[in-house]
């Protein structure tokens, strides 16, 4: 019920800053900005979507962006080395699930905190990324590609795809209840007879292997590979995620929140780009937001927790 709420206030305020934007910020309602603020939104909803079953399993990954930085480098490398374009994608992809299965070998059989695992693989990865490029970009990149990627149709179908097949993944089948269970409860969960580690596992694989399907996207939309690709993106990914409702803490949340609140952070960006607002300013709104949606969920909880207990002993 808090999640139907929540989902609820982010469409609200997702139909609100849409109308303030296209009356009070030139251009933002003209049809080719709002198919670039579309666009703009595509590697983020992809890496946000398998980011919300690790967070839900009461995990993090904040590697998603380099991951998605040493595929584009990848990417290039193999390019410029002479290979076909269509033998380098599946490469990338498998670049991509082994980031994300180091990962979570390290979680699932080391025990160690994803927090630190992947402040650690953030840092690898992009160094990964720079030692197999360097500072250069690769351009050249296949004509029927990159038009592809810019038209709003594939991108975002492939978004629509992928966005309902893991919200029927999470919401109504047997695994997403598991990981459900093991955010609420891990210990339960296990005792249950829910297999976790092999679970968690696989969730970090299929976090890696989204951002390098991310990363081939990214760079064909840009028409450029380079190691720098997507830096900075694992924020917004993690601000979209904890923003469209999914507890911090694990157990709670939903993908139709998650996609929400993806579309609501690009139109704020895009519209405080139009007005000319700098740079600083739109890092201090995401985290903002970032911090909001942490405390909002838990603040009202608690609330809820306190009216209840003061109604019993009334």
Same mark, same amino acid.
């Given at each position: ?12 305020? &997702? ?22 603020? &579309? ?12 980011? =919300? ?13 380099? =991951? ?15 290979? !076909?374009? #269509? ?23 080391? !025990? ?5 695992? =992947? ?59 598991a990981v459900f269970a093991i955010g ?45 690709? !997507? ?13 469209? !409702? ?25 519209? &405080? ?6 740079? #600083? ?20 909880? &608690? ?8 109604? #019993?002993?009334?």
């Amino acid at each position: 019920m808090l999640v139907r709420r929540w989902e609820s206030l982010i469409l609200v305020l &997702l139909v609100g800053v849409c109308v303030w934007a296209a009356l009070g910020v030139d251009g933002f309602a003209n049809t080719s900005n709002v198919s670039f603020l &579309l666009l703009d939104t595509t590697e983020i909803a992809l890496m946000a979507l398998t980011m =919300t079953f690790v967070i839900v399993a009461a995990e993090i990954d904040l590697s998603v962006a380099s =991951t998605l930085g040493l595929s584009c480098a990848v990417l290039g490398w193999l390019w410029n080395a002479g290979l !076909g374009i #269509e033998l380098i994608m599946p490469i990338c992809l498998l670049v991509g699930a082994l980031c994300g299965a180091i990962n979570g070998l390290l979680v699932t059989r080391l !025990g160690l905190p994803s927090l630190a695992v =992947t402040i650690g693989t953030f840092a690898l990865y992009r160094g990964l990324a720079y030692v197999i490029l360097g500072d250069q970009a690769v351009a050249d990149l296949p004509a029927a590609y990159t038009s592809l990627a810019t038209r709003p149709l594939v991108p975002l179908g492939l978004v629509a795809v992928l966005g309902v097949g893991a919200a029927v993944l999470l919401h109504a089948t047997g695994l997403g209840r598991a990981v459900f269970a093991i955010g609420a409860n891990q210990e339960a969960a296990f005792f249950s007879g829910i297999r976790v580690k092999r679970i968690k596992f696989w969730l970090f694989v299929a976090g890696g292997a989204m951002a390098a399907l991310a990363s081939l996207v990214f760079t064909f939309r840009y028409a450029s590979a380079r190691a720098d690709n !997507g830096v900075g993106l694992e924020l917004a990914v993690v601000a979209a995620v904890l923003l469209g !409702g999914v507890s911090i803490f694990g157990g709670r949340g939903s993908l139709p929140g998650v996609l929400m609140a993806v579309v609501l952070l690009g139109v704020v960006r895009n519209a &405080l780009i139009l007005a000319d607002v700098a740079n #600083e300013v739109l890092n201090f709104v995401t985290g903002l937001l970032l911090v909001a949606s942490v405390l909002a969920p838990n603040l009202g909880a &608690l609330w809820r927790r306190r009216f209840t207990s003061q109604q #019993e002993v009334s």
